[in-house]
Structure formats: C-alpha cells, structure tokens
C-alpha cells in the first residue's frame, strides 16, 4: 500500500473515531439516568432545543459555536470535544498497534475498540459521578468470554496460557484465558479492597472497580490485567497528589485510572507481558530456592 493510501485510512479512522466519540457522549450522559441512547435526538440541556446535523459535527461544531448552544447561548460543556477528540485518538492508536505494528486481525481490532469503548464511557461517568454504571461492567463481562471464542487471537495464549498452548482447540483456550483474567483480576482487586478498608477503616475500593478490572482481564488476560494493576496507582498519583496538596477533596476515582493503564497495557501489549514473564520468572527462581 501506497504512503498516501496508508495515511488517508487513518483519517478515516480517526474520522470514524471522532463520531462514535459524539455517540459515547450520548451514552455518558443518558446512561445514568437510565434513559435511552438511541431516541429522542439530542437537544440542548437548557433550552430544549433540538440539535440540528449541522450543530452535531465533532470537534468542529463545538469549535464553530464558540462552545455556546446556538439558540440560548449557553455554555456547552468542553467535554464533547474532550470525549470526541479522545476517541478518534484510541482509534488511531489501536490501528497503528494492532494492525500496523502486531499484525493482529481485524477482529482482535475491532472488540479492542468495543473494549477502549466502555473504558471511556465508564471513566467519565466515574468523573462526573463517582459511579461506574453496571451497564457498562455487566456488558463488558459478558462480552469478553463471547469475543475471546469468535477471535481466537483476542489473547496471546502463550504469554498469558503457557500450559495450554498444545491443546487441540483454541477457542477453548482462548475462553480460559479471558475468564481466568476475569477472575484474577477481579479478585485481586477485590483483596486489596478489603485490606485497604482493615488499614484504613474505610471503603478504600468500590466495587465498580473490581467488575471493572473484571472487564479489564477479561478483554486482556491475567497478565496484562496484573500490568495494570500495578501502572493504575502511578497514574493515580499523578494526578491525584496536586489535589491533596492544594486540599480539593480526597474523593479520586480510581476507575479513570486503571482504564488508562489498561490502555497503555494494551497498546505496549508484548512489552508488558514480557515485563510481568520476568517478574514472574524471578519470584519463581526465589521459590525454587526456599
């Protein structure tokens, strides 16, 4: 393929990327509320107004408006085009790593958007209301096992199953590995939940965020999902540490966190893996030992 026909496919990725962006604002918003995603249309939040296409185009409508609703001139929230621009930016990202640098398929591609789908949708709504919605855990568990059978190469079976690598069906391993990253991951932060709350004398983790991690290892596998475990915390305290400094509250939501690990995770997927094959090995080795 041509260098101009490879990078007119990533505009049109990030182009589709953009507008499924303007469809997860729909899901933020009305998810919670237990409304419908698909009816009525959109219209402004204050005046009711109904949003016409032409006010409806990512990035470049808000941008156009000036962030203000055309009929009653109030603000419009920067989280659309926030939302929007992110989303085009995980589709192009997952295409240049999936596709283009792991060679992966289509497949594995397309239940890797679905997966960074319910990430964003979920960490928004955990920043704007401290909730992760069961609409989004409860489909992402379902939709793990289910994705991991019709595309087998959703996992890397001999970094996350090594002992079952031989076996004359892969689907059926390919199964295992997303529900034994579902439990794994799930529990471990399950247990570190309870710990923090017999340190701390308090809920130190909601339990959205364990279906969440449940979501994580399903889509990832244990090993990437333990990646994240471990990276979430840095990133937590990136941005948390500026908010307890400057005493703006000390309620953080971890879920934006570990969706942002997990998305690194799967983007440096063979990096991370081989990270944890090495820790792994020399806790084995000190195993061994004693």
């Excluded at 393929?1 to 507008?19: A, N, R, T």
């Excluded at 219209?43 to 000036?66: E, G, H, Q």
Aim: proline letters at 3%; aromatic letters at 14%.
């Amino acid at each position: 393929m041509s260098i101009q026909g490879l990078i007119l496919i990533q505009l049109w990725v990030f182009g589709l990327g953009l507008v499924i962006g303007s469809f997860l604002n729909v899901c933020i918003h009305r998810i919670p509320e237990g409304l419908s995603i698909v009816r009525p249309a959109s219209k402004c939040a204050y005046c009711s107004k109904r949003i016409v296409w032409y006010d409806n185009i990512p990035v470049l409508s808000y941008l156009f408006l000036r962030g203000k609703c055309r009929h009653c001139q109030h603000k419009i929230s920067a989280q659309y085009p926030i939302v929007e621009f992110l989303t085009g930016i995980v589709f192009l990202l997952l295409f240049r790593s999936v596709l283009m640098v792991s060679s992966g398929t289509t497949c594995a591609y397309a239940f890797f958007i679905i997966f960074c789908c319910l990430l964003i949708v979920g960490s928004f709504v955990d920043l704007r209301l401290h909730i992760i919605p069961n609409e989004i855990t409860y489909t992402g568990l379902i939709l793990a096992p289910i994705a991991s059978i019709l595309c087998v190469g959703l996992h890397d079976l001999s970094g996350s199953l090594s002992f079952y690598v031989d076996s004359g069906n892969q689907w059926i391993a390919s199964l295992l590995a997303s529900l034994i990253g579902i439990l794994v991951s799930g529990g471990l932060i399950f247990l570190c939940g309870v710990f923090g709350k017999l340190v701390f004398r308090r809920d130190a983790m909601g339990f959205g965020d364990v279906k969440l991690m449940g979501v994580i290892g399903g889509f990832l596998g244990w090993k990437l999902a333990v990646a994240t475990f471990f990276i979430a915390p840095f990133f937590g305290l990136l941005f948390g540490l500026p908010r307890l400094i400057l005493k703006k509250g000390n309620m953080i939501p971890y879920g934006p966190f570990l969706s942002l690990a997990a998305f690194v995770c799967l983007l440096f997927k063979d990096f991370s893996i081989k990270t944890i094959d090495y820790y792994l090995n020399i806790y084995l080795s000190i195993f061994q030992l004693l």
